[in-house]
């Protein structure tokens, strides 16, 4: 009967471990949109994102975030680009669904959630990223 019960704890944690990067995104979100699979993203992006995500208090979608090299130069993503991903090079960028949320808030709590750089030229999306030096646009 225990033993019963610790296997399907297990499987379960195993299950929900896999499929979630943080408490609120699954590594679906973050995948290359071409469908190759590729979810190579920082973990230091993924606890910053978090932390957007509970000073948001709300659900965000995330449009772009990890982008393999091939999908990157077809989207036209410039060569460096915060986006593009390898297993040697993470993605730090993620393009936020501004929907039904105040744009400004989404900036300010992301500075305040530690993304360095911001793109707020954007009518649908804020991007954000975790690059080593702070840019705006």
């Known amino acids: 009967q225990w033993l019963g019960w610790w296997v399907w704890w297990w499987v379960w944690w195993w299950i929900l471990m896999n499929q979630y990067a943080s408490p609120h995104f699954k590594w679906s979100e973050f995948a290359c949109r071409c469908g190759c699979g590729c979810t190579f993203v920082s973990e230091q992006a993924i606890v910053k994102l978090e932390k957007l995500r509970v000073l948001l208090a709300a659900p ?26 390898t297993k040697s090079n993470p993605s730090t960028a993620f393009d936020i669904a501004i929907g039904n949320h105040d744009k400004q808030e989404i900036i300010e709590l ?28």
Not at 60 to 85: D, E, F, W, Y
């Open 60 to 85: 965000m979608t995330i449009n772009s975030s990890c982008r393999c090299p091939i999908h990157n130069a077809k989207v036209g993503g410039a060569p460096l680009s915060q986006h593009r991903a």
């Open 110 to 137: 992301a500075e305040l959630a530690g993304f360095r750089g911001i793109g707020t030229k954007y009518k649908t999306f804020v991007h954000v990223d975790d690059r080593p030096n702070r840019a705006r646009w």
